[in-house]
């Protein structure tokens, strides 16, 4: 297993170079020099020239990129231009709003999707079966933003139930701070809900027509515990490592979900940096989301061997 | 040459190219979700079409004598902000968003798929150097990436199409090398060799035709996705610029008058739900038709 873990990683390296690259060279797309970027409004001369020294702008790109990444590894991802802040900084201060959100929509999601996939692969065929895939195709097709602005419309505008928007830290109020969250994950846990709905249904398709389920149907067990005992456990394997894949999807998602519920997190953070041509924050959440996923992916090949047995020995 | 050719499922043969082509078509038909896709696809084409012939308002013709009303008789659907008749605008936008999801995912497919098939054909460094590159594309969230490049580029409805068509590029990429691995396999690939073709024929006219059932597949799929990244990015203020109409800037609007004119928020995103699911439908009906494992 470890052998197997080492290699994954081997090959994840080169990639990583690769992402690094693409992440700087986002900058060279932009018109004019890069210097005026990296400065923003700022035009005093010492500074411009502190700047084109640090970035080393003078030299080859090959050694602009080098300067960078050093900077990079260092935990140095430059300077934002309208706080001041490190990048590094700014993230750092966002990230918990978004991991808040990302765990309660992932709560949603598998309370949503896991049951669901269930029923319709034991029911395959049946009207519940066919509801339940309308219903997931449906999640898949609504615009998660617009089921945000709908969900707004009808609890907070017309029926006064939640918050519309804001955000309170859980330290400060935790019930306050999970009823402003409440709309917002179920918003964005509804979408992954879908994914994962349509791929434990497959999944347990697959396996309750193994050899082992009929064997335990033939020993005269109860359905329940066929089902939830023998098949879930098998069925589930591939679930664990797609639901660390899915965090692509939950950032994406989390860029508009905290746009339409103007929550302060990572999501709102990007799309501030864009409006502001705050360069440096867009590479650095670029960045730091690609090396994310990448990490997720190694964790989910992790996860598989653990689940399982079978390959724990090889 | 010519029983090298028969012996390709894609064959010349004009007799079993059609019986294959009703066999995909009757297996189509019946697909009762697929057919409601088709429809749902082709009522918004149509749309999109013939907008400029409609007897519609000019969707940018403000009028301040009926700004935010109600759906009325005179406007179906309402007026925005600036009195713009809201139907009028929601067809129009259709041209975005079609043009949106049919121009990214042309941009994926010339690039992804050729790429594809060099990797998944010549393997070795070609295909180390392309695959390492496409799971680094792979790795940063579509949106983000996409949200990226828009940035980069500059906001526009062009350059939003360019960066979905880029963020998109990396999963024809890797749809079309595994298939080009399976099917270097095949005899008549083999024989195809041994006969002494030249490798350009043996890509144009035995893989390629071979990898395309799959990419049509994806690409509908795709079309879907893409379709909800250009009105997300609209929505952000990164796609289609005012004061043209698109169904996410549209959104990006009404989210601000949800109290006084919540029809505004309504239609866009109803529209954007039943195209993205048509092309979602339409997608998973062509998958079980062009399945060739059970007929």
Redo the contacts between chains.
Sequence with gaps: MLAFLLRRILIAI???V??SI?VFG??H??PGDPLLVLAGEERDPAVLEALREKYRLNDPIPVQYLAWVGNALQGDLGVSLRTNQPVTELMAQKLPVTIQLALMSMVFALVIGIPAGILSAVKKGTATDYVANVVA??G????N???G??L??LVS?KWQLLPASGYVPPSEDLWQSIRTMLMPSFVLGTALAATLMRHTRSSMIGVLSADYVRTARAKGLAERVVILKHALRNALTPIVTLTALL???L??GA??TE??FTIPGFGKL??D???NRD?AV??G??LV???G??VM?LFADAMYFVLNPRLRGS | MTRTATQAPASNDPVLEARAENRVWKKFRSHKSAMLGGALVVFFILIALAAPLLPIPDPAATDWSAVRKAPSWAHWMGTDEIGRDVMSRLIWGAQASLAAGVVSVGIAVLFGVPLGILAGYFGGWTDAVISRCTEALLAVPFLILAIALAAFLGPSLTNAMIAIGISATPIFVRLTRGQVLSIRQENYIESALAVGLPTPKILSRYVLPNVLPPILVQSTLTIATAIIAEASLSFLGLGQQPPAPSWGSMLNTAKNFLNQAPWMAMWPGVSIFFVVLGFNLLGDGLRDALDPRDH
């Design positions: 080169p990639t990583v690769i992402i693409m986002l900058q797309l932009l195709l449906s898949l097709s609504i615009p933003f617009w089921l602005i709908m707004i419309l505008v965090f692509g999807e950032v994406a860029v508009l746009q339409i990007v799309v940096a864009v409006f360069y867009v590479q959440i670029v989301t690609a090396v996923f990448i992916n």
